[in-house]
């Protein structure tokens, strides 16, 4: 299990111990989890701090992107004969760790894989999701988050006071959709 955190959350006191938390909900035989880390910061001034790490968000998937494809290369890189990685992959986003997620992907897909991306997820558990609650819809970049899973779940919140505030925070960046997180997929 893949687990992609949100915003202002720093290694030690943040995602390293929500990660071993998760760990204990699962048999460790069976499933594993590795939080994947981009780089946001705890800054004093919570509307700056979401700001910076939207840019910092967008700025990572492109290292994820190319995660991706080398795991690709690697899995298909197996002597003839051998089956390529059959591990099931699952991934949970929190927060703005969907934006990671939908914009990894949508490189992954523009910069490697001709516009399309093959079905590599399990499952994808889009978490209190701080991306515009149109963003699977076709068409739109996180199409790729539907394209990539054979299953997609979308856990929202409609009294989610963070996600109503992040609506009035990106009014700056002239986007006044609703978020998925608080209100779940429009179509």
Known sequence: LFYIHGFSNLPEPDIFPRAETLQKMFDENFVKVIPLIWPCDNDKGIIKDYWDDQKSADASSFAFARLLEKFMAWRDKNPAGTPSCMKRINVLSHSMGNRVLRETLSNWAKYDRNGNIPLIFRNTFLVAADIVN??????????????????????????????????????????ASRRLGHSGPEN
């Open 134 to 175: 149109e963003s699977l819809e076709r068409g739109k970049p996180g199409k790729f988050i539907c394209q990539a899973s054979r299953n997609v779940s979308v856990y929202y919140a409609s009294d989610d006071l963070a996600l109503r505030a992040s609506k009035v925070s990106n009014l700056k960046n002239k986007v």
